[in-house]
Nanobody
Framework: QLQASGGGLVQAGGSLRLSCAAS????????MGWFRQAPGKERELVGV????????YLKDSVKGRFTISRDNAENMVYLQMNSLKPEDTAVYYC???????????WGQGTQVTVSS
């Protein structure tokens, strides 16, 4: 199971840190990701982190502002979001990938709202 938390209401330029708590013995070998879905839009990939945490991907529009990280000892994945913009407003989801790269497990989502 995946449990996302840390969302909230913040002014533009502010910061939030999203957390995703994962259960399961295979977490440390699982690629994890963060997605977001804004109202009326499709869900989009925000960032990915490999099992070891040494290989990450971030969507171009969040590079330099967001950081994805993980703590395998605590079964946690994080999304540090700085310099937030109103266009970052969305429900954010964490997800776990299978060994073949399919996103098979999803958290419940946490709302991030950035006011201008």
């Amino acid at each position: 199971q995946l449990q996302a938390s840390g969302g909230g209401l913040v002014q533009a330029g502010g910061s939030l840190r999203l957390s995703c708590a994962a259960s399961g013995r295979t977490f440390s070998s699982t690629t994890m990701g963060w997605f977001r879905q804004a109202p009326g839009k499709e869900r989009e990939l925000v960032g990915v982190i490999n099992w070891g945490g040494d290989n990450t991907y971030l969507k171009d529009s969040v590079k330099g502002r967001f950081t994805i990280s993980r703590d395998n000892a605590e079964n946690m994945v994080y999304l540090q979001m700085n310099s937030l913009k109103p266009e970052d407003t969305a429900v954010y989801y964490c997800a776990a990938a299978t060994s073949s790269g399919a996103w098979s497990q999803w958290g419940q989502g946490t709302q991030v709202t950035v006011s201008s």
